[in-house]
T-cell receptor
Framework: AQSVTQPDIHITVSEGASLELRCNYS??????LFWYVQSPGQGLQLLLKYFSGDTLVQGIKGFEAEFKRSQSSFNLRKPSVHWSDAAEYFCAVGASGYSTLTFGKGTMLLVSP | EAQVTQNPRYLITVTGKKLTVTCSQNMNHEYMSWYRQDPGLGLRQIYY???????DKGDVPEGYKVSRKEKRNFPLILESPSPNQTSLYFCASRFGGTFTDTQYFGPGTRLTVL
């Protein structure tokens, strides 16, 4: 079965600084990978997804993620963080042939002035 | 507007009192699912449905029931709630069973069982 690890529970970044949130997955074949964001009191919103092809994917709100098969990683990046980016971020993986999406435990992003 | 709605958004109840959380989508999606979110555990799938009258267990189905009598609705039923079911619940839907379809989430239902 597939699994997802988000090593950082909390991350604090200064406004305007760059951001990288880590995600490692475990799955034998090529996975379907996703990043979702959850703002306080809100549901989850899809930021970006990777299925195949170009390993650098662009998402909404200026986010991007890079799929690295050799490292089993799908890290989320943003060059300049805004205060409105403060939220909880979830990495998720889906496996071909299964309908279940498996989520990581989330990383809470705090943005300092 | 395409959306997934859940009701109620907040619910406080007592142990053993049956409750239903409704979920409805207006996108004609075949696939619907329920998750619970707990601090430090992320989202875990409770049940999912591939289509009308087709449901299956997710990772944490104990203590829950679901039904899918209509395509748009997927209610979550707690026959005898217990305090360990206090959680934040999300309903989600997507067009089909493949991950190439975007999964949409409802706003969440915060349930407290005393």
């Amino acid at each position: 079965a597939q699994s997802v690890t988000q090593p950082d529970i909390h991350i604090t970044v200064s406004e305007g600084a760059s951001l990288e949130l880590r995600c490692n997955y475990s799955y034998g074949a090529t996975p379907y990978l996703f990043w979702y964001v959850q703002s306080p009191g809100q549901g989850l919103q899809l930021l970006l997804k990777y299925f195949s092809g170009d390993t650098l994917v662009q998402g909404i709100k200026g986010f991007e993620a890079e799929f690295k098969r050799s490292q089993s990683s799908f890290n989320l990046r943003k060059p300049s963080v805004h205060w409105s980016d403060a939220a909880e971020y979830f990495c998720a993986v889906g496996a071909s042939g299964y309908s279940t999406l498996t989520f990581g435990k989330g990383t809470m992003l705090l943005v300092s002035p | 507007e395409a959306q997934v709605t859940q009701n109620p958004r907040y619910l406080i109840t007592v142990t053993g009192k049956k409750l239903t959380v409704t979920c409805s989508q207006n996108m004609n999606h075949e696939y619907m699912s329920w998750y619970r979110q707990d601090p430090g555990l992320g989202l875990r799938q409770i049940y999912y449905s591939m289509n009308v009258e087709v449901t299956d267990k997710g990772d944490v189905p104990e203590g829950y029931k679901v039904s899918r009598k209509e395509k748009r609705n997927f209610p979550l039923i707690l026959e005898s709630p217990s305090p360990n079911q206090t959680s934040l619940y999300f309903c989600a839907s997507r067009f089909g069973g493949t991950f190439t379809d975007t999964q949409y989430f409802g706003p969440g239902t915060r349930l407290t069982v005393l």
